[in-house]
């Protein structure tokens, strides 16, 4: 789950995009995605299965993900390919995947369920 969602925050916008379903707000997801998944890290590092660097450029994302800009623009899914901080995010999610051994590769979401609101 973390690195799919480092890989997720990483992909292109457009690929964000194709990966998330319709009727979700991309941002939200995008964030969420990592945050949660970011509650393991503390485990993680514990077990020594994450160290160093990874743990660093972890919490670099964490950190930026918590001082998001509050301004509108930020929050609206047609930002993702323009929004200085949406940048910013791929570059530190990619350098996080660098980091970690992996690969900046498309994510796979497949253990994900999203249900529509109503």
């Known amino acids: 789950m973390l690195v799919d ?3 997720l925050v990483a992909a292109p916008p457009e690929a964000q995009v194709a990966a998330l379903p319709d009727f979700v707000c991309l941002t939200c997801e ?3 995605l990592y945050t949660d ?9 514990e077990a020594n299965l994450v160290i160093g ?6 919490r670099r994302l964490d950190a930026f ?12 899914g047609r930002s993702l390919p323009t929004h200085w ?3 910013e995010a791929r570059r530190r999610a990619a350098d996080a ?3 970690l051994g992996e690969d900046v ?11 529509p609101g109503r």
């Open 37 to 45: 998944a970011y509650l393991l890290v503390p485990q993680l590092e």
């Open 53 to 58: 660097d990874g743990s660093a450029a972890l």
């Open 5 to 7: 969602s480092l890989r």
């Open 97 to 99: 995947l660098v980091a």
């Open 85 to 87: 901080f949406w940048a």
């Open 65 to 76: 993900f918590r001082e998001m800009p509050e301004d509108v623009e930020c929050f609206d």
């Open 105 to 115: 590769a498309p994510p796979d979401l497949t253990h994900v369920s999203w249900v």
């Open 30 to 32: 995008l964030t969420s």
